[in-house]
């Protein structure tokens, strides 16, 4: 067996637990809660120009996409789906903020973000949300850079930042210790559909990012308190535990905000 296979056998990440007790909340495009690969869906709303509803219904497949990769590690956790994106896979900061702040007032322990913007300016609007988070041991995950250019929120302190690397295994991810903290990596590549090559379907940062939550919302199962840092430490003693190198690949979502 050569090194490309040996990597396809890489130890499972917190094996055995499924999420349970744990909120998640996936900021998206929604979701179609009867695609086969949605085990369940507990409630959302949209959250769009013209103000908040209680349809989240996808429309674009990118949601659905997301919530079906975490769901796949942790099915029994509890799921909610906020919606921002509509027609396209574009929003604008303050719907974003807003669904956030959304997440915060409901309770969610983890809220998965498969977007960024490499927009600076906006790191001080992000940065009191994120605090309100910590505070409430909400954990924000989110893509770290797009192309090697730092994307918000996933750069800034207090995030779960996620990198991406295509050739590592979706059962795993990988982590390293740097100056500025710990860097996180997972596949690229989403839940597999039926007769559809899994370079032609969805797949980029996104999905290293809904990867990622799903070890998160694993991790959190087993702590009576999560907060950022004991979910760094519980990340960062899983991937000593599993040992594998790293080789990260850092491309872009194509998701936008403005």
């Known amino acids: 067996m050569d090194g490309a ?14 999420g349970r007790g744990v909120r998640v909340a996936v900021i998206d495009s929604g979701v ?24 989240y219904v996808d429309t674009l497949g990118h949601g659905t996409a997301v919530m079906a990769a975490i769901q796949e590690k942790a099915p029994d956790a509890e799921y909610f789906a906020v919606r921002v994106f509509h027609s396209a896979l574009r929003t604008r900061v303050e719907l974003l903020l807003q669904a956030i702040e959304w997440c915060i007032g409901h309770n ?26 910590a505070e409430r041991g909400m ?3 989110s893509a770290r850079d797009a192309n090697g250019i730092p994307a918000l929120p996933g750069s800034l302190p207090g ?12 059962e795993s991810y990988s982590c390293k210790q740097t100056f500025s903290g ?19 379907n969805l797949n980029g940062i996104s999905f290293a990012v809904a990867n990622m939550t799903g070890f998160v919302v694993r991790a959190c199962e087993s702590l009576k ?34």
């Open 5 to 18: 296979d040996a990597r396809v056998t890489a130890l499972e990440a917190f094996p055995g637990r499924t």
């Open 32 to 55: 179609h809660a009867s695609h086969p690969h949605i085990h369940h869906v507990s409630g959302g709303i949209t959250i769009g120009e013209q103000g908040i509803e209680n349809s």
């Open 108 to 133: 969610i322990g983890v809220v998965n973000l498969s977007l960024g913007t490499s927009n600076p300016a906006h790191a001080e609007r992000f940065a009191p949300l994120i605090s309100c988070a």
């Open 139 to 141: 954990i924000l995950v």
């Open 159 to 170: 995030v779960i930042g996620v990198g991406l690397d295509w050739d590592w295994p979706r």
């Open 182 to 200: 710990l860097e996180l990596y997972a596949s690229g590549y989403p839940r597999s559909a039926p007769g559809i090559l899994r370079e032609r």
């Open 225 to 258: 308190n999560s907060s950022y840092h004991t979910i760094c430490s519980a990340l960062a003693a899983e991937a000593h535990r599993i040992a594998w190198p790293i080789t990260p690949d850092r491309e872009s979502s194509g998701v936008q905000i403005r």
